[in-house]
């Protein structure tokens, strides 16, 4: 038996809620007493324990609190002290917040104590780069316990042989995806072992450490484990248009440190499309002087950024989309473009969202010839064997109006413009493989002429009227390998379920082993037409987390409710890598307040959700690039996280309609009346508080009547509860819908 | 007689005070109506107005609320709907929130309403940077109004000679310090127009309309005025060291938008120190390979932001500190260090801070041979005329213990070091001459045989053992010309009081006016041993706009409540250019309450600073470069804004101690007893809280006795409340001291 931890003290802030609050709670728990000094006079009764996984032993308390303070106006926050019931009390396996979830864990009692002395030695043969990468571990490590560690810098081969964390590595990592990126990590009570292959999977190691460090009041520790843990698929990616809205050199490399986090190894850059070209060029300079505005990447950033990514363990991709989508190239360069009769002003850098005509003529060698220079002069900025072509959404119609190029598709014997852009995408293969890279394109590039070595990205599914996977598979059928986007585009501001439960590898499929190898992996996008620097972090993470965890961990992981307590933890870690996804929310929240108390904006943002499906710009016209993104709909987010919690409230409700559960769900309708009147308040300072008015009113009035007829004051009215709901349902204000909207209708269905 | 205008709304939200409300307001207001649904049941009592400005009539409510509410728990927050008594109800000078404030404002009735096709159209010869200017310009005023202007770009001269917004401008402006900046702003109804000299005059007009904007409950307007405007003195500076902690490219640029919306135009850029080299040498490489940890500037990353700057009218000064401060530079080249016998390892970049020996040898021709070719490399990179060499805290200790360069001091007849060191400087003045660029230095480099063309930036005082303004005075006597720095030390983390009143023209001066034309201006110095990225921007700002407003407006405008209220206004917006003050504080905070609620932390910071003058880092060997700075000091800033309230309201009490004053202070007091109690609530699960508690008792156990002598509940125990006073004023815990402190004090002398 060891001794008892010290008490672990389990806050309850009850705010303006006076329902019963669950508590999820990491440890096995007693309650031992109750400290409260707001409560005397009041009384607390503890209604009921509920639910009880019976392997790690965690607990949901249902407290049913009926308080009477002695003061009225005391904000009645505080305590119960809890402590462990078992001594040996344990971090639980299910209570661990590791995302991705590693392929095996065994935890077992005890713990490895941190302290200041804490020092990382490297032994065998790695690359570098586990050099500074054990470096920005004990950082972030010392940055977190503020433990101020002796150790600076890891800078050499066994550096310190008696340090307490030993990580082992045979060889040097090579970025890409083919190698080995397994790890073993070992916790014991007095040394950590982590042996990898290569320093890519000790880099992935450490992040594992990361997430499994634990604290009691006054200390940190790891939990005592053996885990091995390997990817499940080779590429892990994510992508970031650069093109739509210029993300500067830091929102890039935060993200990579983020992506490094959950194990992500490929950085797909979307470089150019009709809103920009993103890249400095020293031969061509037109294209960066001329169509962007004044953003882009220096060649030296691309270098940097390249290497920054390598040192993280990530490959990047370029893309060059073309032949369409290249409004930007033909701004610089017109006479490569398809058009007939081109002057200066045929093509102007494009400020709407959408499909465009402009489109490069593969008729004309001049274009060939310019591509060709292009690609001597990108590639060699990049480490990694592929390249992306873009080769999406070209609709050919300055083709079909242009004679000559009809002309040279008859010349050619290509009887379909699907035809005519293989022909020129199959060009671009040597241009490319001269710099040792693969071509690769969105599977628009695929006809049956196009070379079986091009890698097929597969972005197509329902939203473009095609089933889901049935993309994917077609691709593999036809013999090539291939990368799913498909269920991935996090620009869809959906929620993360549908992201999660996209497996790359479709289930029951009939596919053959040789087939299946061909499916490398899936990859995030994250498309930029609405997003800026300020927002993109809030679009990409932590959803982003949960296909990392789809392409990394078994797929029988696949619990939604793990995923979602696991994800608050990530999310919140996050923030130490630089992403501003909360930070930047609330500095959205005080400009939209005009500088007042954000807390019932804060509140209502987290029951409304962006609009779905582009269906916020409309057509592409609403917004430009160079619009307003700083409105209420920039500082929501998808997984609006209070709706998620009330969706449980409701479905407990409907199991069982006892009081503790009845007054779960009032306690949101009261929340929500009060937030609607503090939110007129604010708006009689703040102009762009208005435009959310009608929806929160909407809200209030439903919550109004629901509340009466739960509390059986009033009969119910069908006509006029239906017709408040689906004032609810508006998606005409403000560009955000109620994320609660189905889980009223819940409600009141049931 | 106008219209009435539409009803304007004040809201006051109580929170958790009972006592009385102090409210500042900016209209002329009378109360009409009150519409508080949580007071039925209540009663509230307007108990006086106090304070008149008849000039511009701003009335001060004091407000003694005595509230019952209904509903116990329901958060009383409510409107005093107000509405104008007078007809034509106008923003009123007072109220507005300018810094640095005009030389000359006429504000008159009306206003200019803003709407979506507003337009800015540009005329005369400006420099370019004027149509990006103005493109920013429109972007940020988008931004914050929400308004989807239809211009995107300002890109030509008289792109639109219709527009509301008319932009004249005679010349192109020429960045430094000799330029007209001055312009004129005129808003009417139906036009808005600048007119100046040169476009840098016409980007502060810009600055000042946008901090003009106003709203109402549903629209913007900028009221009717006239303003005419130029600085007081032509180098109002800001200098980051971004040696000691090396600061990325975009914490520069966002700190260069936030010096220019304080009309500041001197980028004093500090990078090369004992910690680092920070230049990317092509000829010299082992200078950035060797020496800076790989965190340094490509030159295009320094051509890039010298762009930046110049595009915001900011001249950027590079400051590559030299004989001392100089062991960066000798881990790369020893060979040209004063230290004998040197080897590879008798140099290593410095992780402590502090004065340290090692120090370039001045009697070496190879020194000299480095330092010019450095200069070859570095100085075509700006486009200034002036080159900071630093020169400061050489102690010539190496130079003592190195017989040779003894030898050579007695063969040239240098009497002292300071000499040796004179005749060094006076080395480099040609070799900057030749690409256009004055010498300037700290004030060490100044004896009888220094250049008199050379600039003396004055940084010593008080804390240097000699009074303030005497060094300045001295450099001006000695027919230099000369920038103020001492008494702009914002790493000291003292009050902005005190770099408010920090004049560089010396009141009362015996100085002639040839002398006085002298004084160029002055610098806030942001020394960076204990800043980090994260943390940089809450050490800058907002009290560098105090500083920018002492170099720019007329010297009369020193009213220290008048500075405080357009602070917090001007703090606001800075958030707007990305400043990161306000959110990189609640992401401190958030990580060290370990993910938990903040609000009792954040209650906790706003009257905790971090310790002063150097003491946090005594010796310089507590913190290491590497060391964590993500500590509470860390989120702590000077100018605690809470302390500032309770200061106030212990005056008011002791000026008059009515009921209503008395609930006032004590209403702080039941706070802070609070705060505790939820400080130890939330430690049990954030060890980093841990070392903030003994602190927080103390002010607990101090306010729980105060709070029973003001009730008349208790005698006053002298020895105990002023040993519990005096634990309020330890600086022993978590790096950071009790803010109140002093008004603590004065209210028990009181």
């Known amino acids: 038996m060891k001794p008892l931890k010290p008490l672990n003290a389990l806050i309850i802030e009850l705010g303006l809620k006076k329902g019963p609050i669950f508590i999820n709670t990491a440890k096995t728990l007693n309650i031992n007493s109750i400290n409260c000094p707001a409560l005397k006079g009041g009384a607390i009764k503890i ?101 101020f560690f002796e150790q600076g810098f890891v800078t050499k081969i066994n550096e310190f042989p008696s340090a307490q964390l030993q990580i082992n590595c045979v060889r040097n990592g090579k970025i890409g995806i083919n190698e080995d990126e ?75 440190d983020a992506m490094a986090a959950m194990k992500m190894n490929v950085f797909h850059w979307h470089l150019s499309d009709d809103q920009g070209w993103r890249i400095e060029m020293k031969k061509h300079p037109k294209l960066h002087q001329l169509a962007s505005d004044g953003d882009y990447y220096t060649q030296q950033d691309i270098k940097n950024i390249v290497k920054y990514a390598d040192e993280r363990g990530i490959m990047v991709v370029p893309e060059i989309d073309v032949p369409g989508h290249a409004t930007a190239i033909l701004t610089a360069y017109p006479e ?108 628009e590039i695929m006809t049956k002429n196009m070379s079986k070595e091009a890698i097929i990205h597969s972005w197509k599914g329902t939203n473009e009227g095609i089933p889901a996977g049935q993309s994917l598979t077609n691709t593999v059928k036809n013999g090539y390998k291939t990368v799913l986007s498909n269920g991935f585009y996090i620009d869809l501001m959906l929620g993360v379920e549908s992201h999660y439960l996209n497996d790359p590898m479709p289930k029951n499929t009939t596919l053959s082993d040789e087939e299946k190898a061909q499916i490398l992996g899936g990859e995030a996008t994250m498309w930029s037409e609405l997003v800026t620097p300020t927002t993109i972090d809030s679009r990409i993470w932590p959803r982003t987390a949960a296909i990392a965890e789809r392409l990394w961990s078994n797929d029988t992981i696949t619990d939604l409710s793990s995923l979602h307590k696991r994800m608050k933890t990530i999310s919140f870690q996050l923030e130490e890598l630089g992403i501003t996804h909360l930070r930047n929310k609330d500095f959205l929240l005080r400009k939209i307040s005009n500088n007042q108390k954000i807390s019932a904006l804060e509140d209502f943002s987290n029951i409304c959700e962006p609009l779905k499906i582009y269906s916020r710009n409309s057509g592409g016209t609403e917004y430009q690039t160079y619009s307003p993104l700083t409105l209420f709909a920039d500082a929501c987010t998808p997984d609006a996280i ?42 009689s300072n703040a102009p762009l508080i208005q435009p959310l008015l009608p929806l929160s009113k909407s809200l209030s009035d439903l919550s109004q009547q629901l509340l009466l007829i739960i509390d059986k004051k009033q009969e119910v009215n069908a006509a006029l509860i239906n017709d408040l709901l689906e004032q609810c349902n508006s998606k005409k204000h403000a560009d955000v819908e109620l994320a609660v909207y189905n889980s009223l209708k819940k409600l009141i269905s049931g």
């Open 47 to 147: 209604q009921a324990l509920l639910g009880n996984s019976p392997k790690s032993i965690v607990f949901r308390l249902a407290l049913l609190l009926q308080i009477k303070p002695k003061e009225p106006f005391m904000k009645y926050i505080f305590i119960l002290l809890l402590s462990s019931i078992l001594a040996n009390a344990q971090v639980k396996t299910d209570a661990l917040n590791l995302m991705p979830w590693p392929q095996n864990i065994n935890l077992t009692d005890g713990d490895f104590a941190l302290n200041k002395n804490f020092k990382v030695n490297i032994t065998g043969n790695p690359n570098p780069r586990l050099f500074t990468g054990a470096t920005r571990f004990l950082r972030r490590l010392d940055g977190r316990t503020g433990l």
């Open 182 to 256: 397994s790890y073993q990590l070992d916790i014991k009570s007095d040394k950590i072992t982590i042996n990898a292959t290569s320093d890519l999977g000790a880099i992935h190691a450490l992040e594992t450490l990361l997430q499994l460090l634990q604290n009691t009041n006054n200390s940190y520790y790891f939990p005592m484990a053996v885990i091995s843990d390997f990817p499940r698929f080779k590429w892990r990616g994510l992508m970031i248009d650069a093109a739509r809205h210029f993300q500067p050199v830091d929102v890039i490399k935060r993200n990579l």
């Open 336 to 443: 490569v473009g398809s058009k007939i009769n081109f002057d200066k002003t045929t093509y102007a850098i494009e400020r709407n969202s959408g499909i465009f005509t402009p489109t490069l003529d593969p008729s004309n060698p001049k274009t060939y010839q310019l591509l060709s220079e292009i690609f001597d002069e990108v590639c060699p900025l990049f480490l990694g064997n592929y390249f992306h072509i873009g080769g999406d959404e070209n609709e050919g119609k300055d083709w079909d109006s242009n004679p000559k190029i009809q002309k040279f598709k008859k010349e050619n014997k290509l009887g379909t413009n699907h035809e005519l852009q293989t022909y020129f995408t199959m060009q671009l293969v040597p241009m490319l493989k001269k710099h040792n890279k693969t071509l690769m394109g969105w599977e």
């Open 642 to 683: 209070d709706a998620l919690d009330f969706d449980l409230a409701v479905s407990r409700y409907l199991d069982n309609k006892n009081l503790e559960n009845q007054i779960l769900v009032t306690g949101y309708l009261k929340k929500w009346i009060n937030t609607n009147e503090k939110l007129i308040e604010l708006s």
